[in-house]
């Protein structure tokens, strides 16, 4: 087809004056007195346009009139500035083209849905301008984060989905039956990417992990997409910086590029242009004596849950960094720290203003017999990570790694109060439809 402009370009200005031909979804109509105005969304933004009686073919007016919601058309018109537009811009139309007369009564009317009806008409409710706002910032923060990777060389690698030995432990696995046997799909890339990075050195991946979340929380799906990292020759300081380096760059990039966005959820982009190196950084142990100042009741080993995350992060306006977790709340190949082994050389960011967690990761075990004895400890089967020990025989290097939950990241950057609305179609221990 030919002709038709994106409303991102009138919006941008250059074609004020200009006739234009656009085609796109009717996301609105109101009409007063001899005028239609119509909100046309075309996937790259939204525009007004005005239709006046004494200047329209007269069976086109009327067809307008009668236009339903979501109805598709091809419009041509004069681009006009007008403050009282909703971007500042308008088309005065001239002609009208209806390509799809949508049926009567699309399911999402402008009045209050609760979420239970939004998330079921799901398919629909991604047209909302909130979901389209929040699904291209989610775009440009993964763009921003393989720019990243790229300027810094790294080489993006894939794990399998399909496996058939935890990495997070077995109680957030997904059985699936693997034709006669059974298999489970994977909750994170980690323990490839290690037999990856003897390969191809530092490595990424953006990919779907999937947990069996039992509990329901507003931070937890059951499948989300990962951020992964592994490193060779990188300790817990060298896996802090990059981790710091890169959410830096992801947050100026949507500052520079999405400001409006961003506003749409009340998040100022100088509160992204703050997020700078170094992150500060405490230990669990100070993270506990915190709890305790605060009058929290805290046994030293328990892992932070949601309720100690979110009070530690209500006190901060920029991420940071928690390290040195106990080794009992940490899967089996973190590295206990040679100068106190019972806790690791781990270390998770959290996200502030009450958000918690957005990554975790830290230094990997590299002896072979330390790893040995982590295994047994935690009455796992040395057989089912044959392979994965392996690693520790034929040319081990000291290594890091983390993965960040992009949707828990988006609900900071967003101010989103439920993670549900970070992803398009979110999959919840209640909910796999739409
Ligand atoms: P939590 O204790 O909050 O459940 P976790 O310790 O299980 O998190 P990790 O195994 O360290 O999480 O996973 C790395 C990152 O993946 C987390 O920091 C988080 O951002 C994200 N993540 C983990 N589980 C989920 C989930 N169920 N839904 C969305 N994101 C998740
Ligand atoms: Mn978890």
């Not at 250059?14 to 006739?19: P, V």
């Not at 703050?274 to 100042?293: C, H, N, S």
């Not at 044959?386 to 992009?406: A, K, T």
Request: hydrophobic content about 35%; some cysteine; glycine content about 6%.
């Amino acid at each position: 087809m030919e002709g038709f402009v994106d409303v991102s370009r009138i919006l941008s200005g250059s074609l004020e004056g200009e006739h234009v031909k656009i085609r796109g979804w009717l996301h609105n109509k109101r009409s007063s007195g001899g005028i239609h105005f119509l909100l046309i969304r075309d996937g790259t933004g939204i525009i007004q346009c005005t239709m006046k009686k004494d200047k329209a073919d007269p069976d086109e007016f009327e067809l307008v009139k009668r236009l339903t919601q979501e109805s598709t058309l091809e419009l041509e018109g004069i681009v006009r500035r007008d403050p009282r537009a909703p971007d500042g811009y308008e088309i005065a139309v001239e002609r009208v083209k209806v390509v799809h007369m949508a049926e009567e009564g699309f399911p999402i009317a402008k009045k209050y849905h609760g979420p239970d009806f939004l998330l079921n008409n799901r398919h629909l409710w991604i047209r909302s301008k909130k979901m389209q706002t929040i699904l291209r910032i989610r775009s440009k923060f993964l763009e921003a984060a393989r720019e990243w990777f790229r300027m810094n060389e790294y080489t993006e690698f894939h794990a399998p989905i399909l496996i058939t030995a935890a990495c997070e432990g077995g109680s957030t696995l997904f059985n699936v039956k693997y034709f006669d046997m059974d298999a489970y799909l994977t909750q994170s890339w980690q323990l490839y990417a290690e037999a990856a990075i003897a390969s191809l050195g530092k490595i990424y991946t953006i990919a779907p992990s999937f947990r069996a979340e039992k509990s329901r929380t507003r931070r937890h799906l059951t499948e989300y997409w990962h951020l992964e990292v592994e490193i060779p020759w990188c300790d817990l300081n060298c896996i802090m910086k990059v981790e710091e380096e890169l959410l830096t760059h992801i947050c100026h990039r949507l500052a520079e590029e999405m400001p409006k966005e961003l506003e749409h959820f009340g998040r100022s982009p100088n509160d992204l242009l703050k997020v700078e190196p170094p992150f500060e950084r405490i230990t669990y142990d100070e993270a506990v004596e915190i709890l305790r100042g605060d009058g929290i009741d805290f046994e030293w080993g328990d892992d932070l849950g949601w309720i100690e995350e979110k009070h530690l992060t209500m006190k901060y306006d920029k991420p940071f960094f928690i390290t040195h977790y106990p080794r009992g709340v940490k899967a089996f190949y973190h590295k206990p720290d040679p100068k106190r082994p019972e806790v690791t050389l781990s270390v998770d960011m959290m996200a502030p203003e009450g958000y918690g967690e957005i990554t975790g990761g830290g230094q990997r075990i590299d002896d072979v017999n330390e790893l040995l004895e982590r295994i047994k400890e935690e009455n796992l089967d040395p057989d089912d990570y044959e392979w994965y020990i392996d690693l520790r025989r034929y040319g081990s290097v000291p290594h890091s790694g983390f993965g960040l939950g992009v949707e828990r990241t988006i609900a900071w950057i967003c101010k989103l109060d439920h993670i549900r609305d970070a992803i398009a179609f979110p999959r919840l221990i209640n909910r796999v439809y739409p």
